[in-house]
């Protein structure tokens, strides 16, 4: 301690020497690995030449081969353990046992944004589909989470799937809570959703200085040359709630490094990605351009982007998007790099990849009154008083422009841009993020999509509105590229017929390609009877309240759509969430819905067909 103090004492200029943290969160520069590529064109679905990454594609095939047969077996046998008087189909397609793996479903589970009550939302309903959780196990839905091949997330549902990923894929109880570690400078240590995001005290002198604090942090990605916004003071808020190191005793301690380093494809190395044990994670996020059709923007509405906008996923391999406007990629690992001879390592801190899918405090285009009138403006002005940029757009995520040039010049609406920007996910007005599940190459036929964002006036349930919204954008814009059943073409439709307060079906009688949707929102009270508490907007909450919101959640995710209208829940609903998951894939091999099967799609499918009646 004493020789530390004499040498900062005795050397001036290492007073203002980064912190940890800095160091941590600062790109690395270094020679491009020889073969590297800096895009790679994804193909088209209509020209028939659409390729996932080989490296996604060899974790699929391998979940494929090595997991999923043993997870639908397990799922499987939860499910005949209840005694459900399934068509004998659901478990010959179940269990088959042959190396083939066509005849299984290709399932895909979305987790929308909504802020913390979609992070909880979202957590609740993947309890009750966990194999880990013995209560879901009995009832019969535990499993499912095992059984899918991908798992996407948005803005509060980044925050969930971010941390699930990189916590490495722990139960929702450990994730939501943490563990006690010998070491928790390195162990995952829970949300600490008891700490508010941002603003950890309730003192603004000491909040001012918490600002203060993460402005260093990004202090040395600042003086590499790389510009810094707003997003990557979220992004080392992020690392102390959705990275390992952090638990509630360390959390003000300045001297750790609270997440930094921890980059979003290094979840590539840990255990239960490398033994293919997760369903590959997906993050989502909106292209925030200066070059936007801005006749685009839904109309009416609070959403900033135009839907002609790419969507942009990013997932532990790479960055960018399938739809035919971007139709290209650059490796996560090297996010940040311009070119193939230096690259760019260390950029993709998963605080700032969740950040970016969670940016919802976008004000671009907007008027400068309107910046300043947010919260989120001190931070800002913070940020630009201590390492001052010019020319910057301070409110968005920041990316060095990989996809620069003739690349991607004539169909990329930033191809000529330095710097590209996102923004929230939802900011188009599609919070569940789906896109993802539709890429063609993908080959998903059940997408399972949990909705908690908000879309009732002034109240905090769901009312389907992203369905509505992905439906006019594929339609309008994109209707060979992707598929998508019909759903209803405007809120009050949900609303009046209760499709947001019981799981619904959407594809049932599809003659497309499009895959069955199995819509699960956070739309009502619980059924029996409980006090609601899931129709919040919490900036924090207590162990307490979060054990009890995802309590709750598990019950509006288990109790179904009774065909007894006073019940609390239905009785059949494993076994119908079962008919559904199998669907396509019943399909496949040409055999009829029957039995159970037949009543539950009476019940749970929703009866309009049609688009733009
Ligand atoms: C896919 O086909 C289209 C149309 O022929 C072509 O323009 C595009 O370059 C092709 N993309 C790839 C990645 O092969
Ligand atoms: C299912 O049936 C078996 C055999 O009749 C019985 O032992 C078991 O308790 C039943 N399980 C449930 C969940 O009803
Ligand atoms: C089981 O897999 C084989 C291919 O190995 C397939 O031909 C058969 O239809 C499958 N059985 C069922 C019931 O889906
Ligand atoms: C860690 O252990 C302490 C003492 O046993 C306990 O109070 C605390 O709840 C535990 N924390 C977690 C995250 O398990
Ligand atoms: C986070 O900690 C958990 C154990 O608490 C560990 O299994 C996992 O690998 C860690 N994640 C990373 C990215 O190091
Ligand atoms: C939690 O959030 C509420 C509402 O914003 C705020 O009043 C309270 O101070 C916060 N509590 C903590 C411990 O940050
Ligand atoms: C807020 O924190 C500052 C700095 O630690 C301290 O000087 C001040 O007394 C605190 N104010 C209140 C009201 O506690
Ligand atoms: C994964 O770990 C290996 C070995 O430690 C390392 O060389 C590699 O860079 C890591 N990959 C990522 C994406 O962090
Ligand atoms: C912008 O979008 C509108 C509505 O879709 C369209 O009519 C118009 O041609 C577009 N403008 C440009 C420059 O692409
Ligand atoms: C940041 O500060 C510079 C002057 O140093 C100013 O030109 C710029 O407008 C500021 N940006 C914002 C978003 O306030
Ligand atoms: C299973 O889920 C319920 C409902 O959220 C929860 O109370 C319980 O702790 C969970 N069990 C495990 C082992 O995660
Ligand atoms: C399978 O779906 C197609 C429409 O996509 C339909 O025409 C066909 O009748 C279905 N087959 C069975 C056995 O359900």
Not at 171 to 187: C, K, R, S, Y
Not at 250 to 264: C, E, I, P, Q
Not at 413 to 421: H, K, P, Q, R
Request: glycine share 8%; charged share 10%; aromatic share 10%.
């Amino acid at each position: 301690m004493f020789s530390t103090l004499l040498v900062a004492s005795s050397l001036p200029l290492l007073a203002v020497a980064q912190s940890a943290a800095s160091l941590a969160y600062t790109p690395v520069y270094g020679t491009c690995p020889s073969g590297f590529t800096l895009v790679r064109q994804a193909g088209s679905s209509a020209a028939d030449n659409q390729t996932l990454n080989p490296q996604e594609a060899a974790y699929i095939s391998a979940r494929k081969s090595n997991v999923l047969p043993n997870a639908w077996k397990t799922y499987l046998s939860n499910l005949e353990a209840t005694n459900a008087s399934l068509p004998s189909y659901v478990s010959d397609i179940l269990s088959n046992s042959s190396s083939d793996t066509a005849v299984y479903p290709n399932l895909g589970i979305a987790c929308s944004g909504g802020g913390w009550r979609a992070t909880m939302f979202g957590a609740g309903v993947l309890n009750a589909l966990d194999g880990r959780n013995e209560t879901a196990v009995a009832f019969g839905t535990g499993g499912l989470l095992q059984a899918a091949q991908y798992v996407t997330g948005l803005s509060g549902g980044s925050s969930l799937v971010g941390s699930l990923a990189q916590a490495n894929f722990p139960t929702m109880e450990v994730l939501a809570f943490g563990t006690n570690a010998t070491d928790p400078t390195h162990a995952w240590g829970g949300w600490l959703s008891q700490i508010t995001q941002q603003t950890p005290y309730t003192n603004a002198t000491q909040n001012n200085e918490y600002i203060q604090l993460l402005i260093e942090e990004v202090r040395g990605k600042s003086e590499a040359g790389f510009a810094v916004s707003y997003v990557d003071l979220v992004a080392r808020d992020n690392g102390r709630h959705f990275s390992n190191g952090t638990d509630l005793d360390n959390f003000f301690d300045d001297s750790l490094v609270h997440g930094a380093g921890y980059t979003w494809s290094g979840v590539a190395n840990v255990s239960t990605f490398v033994s293919y044990e997760q369903p590959f994670p997906i993050l989502v996020a909106t292209l925030l351009s200066p070059n936007g059709n801005m006749s685009n923007v839904i109309p009416n509405s609070s959403f900033i982007i135009p839907i002609s906008n790419p969507i942009m996923e990013l997932n532990v391999y790479e960055m960018g998007s399938y739809d035919p406007t971007l139709a290209a990629f650059t490796p996560m690992e090297y996010l940040g790099t311009m070119n193939e001879s230096i690259c760019v390592t260390n950029y993709d801190q998963a605080g700032l990849v969740m950040g970016a899918s969670g940016d919802w405090n976008t004000y671009y285009n907007t008027s400068e009154s309107t910046l300043v009138s947010t919260s989120m403006y001190t931070m800002i002005e913070a940020l630009n008083d201590t390492l001052p940029q010019t020319n910057i757009v301070l409110d968005g995520t920041l990316f060095p422009n990989s996809f620069h040039g003739p690349a991607t010049e004539g169909t990329f609406i930033d191809a000529g841009e330095t710097i590209i920007m996102m923004s929230d996910g939802g900011s188009d007005g599609e919070a569940v993020p789906i896109q993802p599940l539709l890429v063609k190459a993908r080959g998903l036929d059940i997408i399972f999509a949990i909705d908690a964002n908000q879309d009732w006036a002034n109240e905090y349930w769901s009312a389907g509105g992203s369905l509505v919204n992905t439906q006019n954008r594929i339609n309008t814009l994109f209707p060979t590229a992707y598929s998508f059943p019909p759903v209803p073409t405007n809120t009050s439709e949900f609303i009046a017929q209760n499709l947001s307060t019981r799981p619904t079906f959407f594809g049932c009688d599809s003659s497309t390609e499009a895959p069955l949707i199995i819509y699960l929102a956070n739309g009502g009270p619980p059924r029996d009877g409980e006090t609601s508490l899931t129709n919040v907007a919490p900036n924090n909450v207590t162990a307490e309240q979060l054990q009890a919101f995802l309590d709750q959640t598990y019950t509006i995710a288990t109790q179904g759509n009774p065909a007894n209208v006073s019940a609390a829940a239905d009785p059949e609903w494993p076994a119908c969430l079962a008919c559904g998951v199998v669907d396509r894939a019943r399909n496949r091999t040409g055999v009829e819905r029957s039995g159970v099967c037949s009543s539950c799609f009476d019940r749970y499918c929703w009866n309009g067909s049609t688009y733009g009646l």
